[in-house]
């Protein structure tokens, strides 16, 4: 089964600073997307799909022309080029149109089922395995979220926004909720909301933004984004996420999303002060022999 990672790489890293996604915290320069690259050519995916801005090009050229070649299709999807149903607004944006337009901005490179990541997470070796087998188990009109344990996926240095996972007995998402300002205070992870503070269970499944589709769900996208900009144009502020048109495909009875459970523990930099503890856990990784010295 040929399976395309789709990466979305073109955000602006505001909380962060500065562009985490090509900031190096691997023993060689490697950033994070270079380990999530790895661990899926080892897990048998044929062809990653980047979905950048113009204006990283070069920096990525650069970063990649030594890296991982031969070993996996490399190709460039440039969201800020795909205007095709926003051309006649693009003077009053200033901000990307959101996740689902960043796949639409790639849909003429997808031509089998694909797996959609963020550059700026690290997933785990293991997520990679699981997503591969719950990709080849799914039926017609299915598509699947990779679940993570809450515990795993906060940061010691800030609040952290998370889609909470709503799942029902069979382990079919039913809903998830953005929940904001999630913080941990000793074994209490808690979130804010209307002023006041709400508890979460560690084990409760989030979304990080870990999905699998197959190539049906391109044409369901490009209905719901246009619809999107129809009711949004004049709000240049407004963007079309995926979490939130897959409810909506749910709500409408046109896909089922499988809740794919994974142990593995999150890293990411969502603040300057997460770095140091990437790069110790990547170190920390290396030294155990999940990882050559040199990825790519």
Not at 73 to 81: C, D, G, H, P, S
Not at 211 to 236: A, M, R, Y
Request: proline share 4%; with cysteine.
């Amino acid at each position: 089964m040929d399976l395309t990672l789709v990466v979305l790489a073109a955000g602006m890293g505001s909380r962060y600073g500065g562009n985490k996604q090509l900031d190096g915290i691997g023993p060689n320069g490697e950033i994070i997307m270079d380990y999530s690259i790895h661990d899926a050519i080892n897990a048998g995916f044929s062809k990653v799909v980047f979905i950048i801005r113009t204006d990283l090009k070069d920096a990525f050229d650069d970063h990649y022309k030594d890296r991982f070649q031969g070993k996996i299709k490399m190709e460039y999807a440039f969201q800020n080029e795909y205007t095709q149903h926003t051309a006649p607004y693009e003077a009053n944006r200033k901000k990307p149109w959101g996740t689902t337009h960043a796949i639409l901005a790639a849909k003429h490179l997808i031509n089998e089922p694909f797996v959609v990541i963020n550059a700026d997470d690290y997933y785990g070796q293991e997520s990679f395995t699981e997503v591969v087998v719950a990709m080849k188990a799914l039926k017609p009109n299915e598509h699947l979220i990779m679940g993570y344990g809450l515990v795993n996926t906060l940061s010691d240095h800030g609040t952290v926004n998370r889609g909470v996972c709503q799942v029902d007995a069979n382990m079919n998402l039913t809903g998830i909720k953005e929940t904001l300002s999630i913080s941990k205070d000793g074994d209490e992870i808690s979130y804010e909301e209307d002023g006041v503070r709400h508890t979460l269970d560690p084990k409760t499944y989030v979304s990080m933004n870990f999905w699998g589709f197959p190539t049906s769900v391109l044409g369901d996208f490009e209905e719901k984004f246009i619809d999107f900009v129809k009711q949004n144009h004049e709000n240049p502020k407004a963007e079309c996420f995926i979490p939130v048109e897959v409810d909506n495909l749910m709500k409408e009875g046109k896909a089922t999303v499988k809740v794919v459970p994974t142990s593995a523990s999150w890293l990411g930099v969502t603040y300057q002060e997460d770095k140091p503890h990437v790069v110790n856990g990547i170190n920390k990784m290396i030294a155990d022999g999940k990882y050559p010295s040199k990825v790519g």
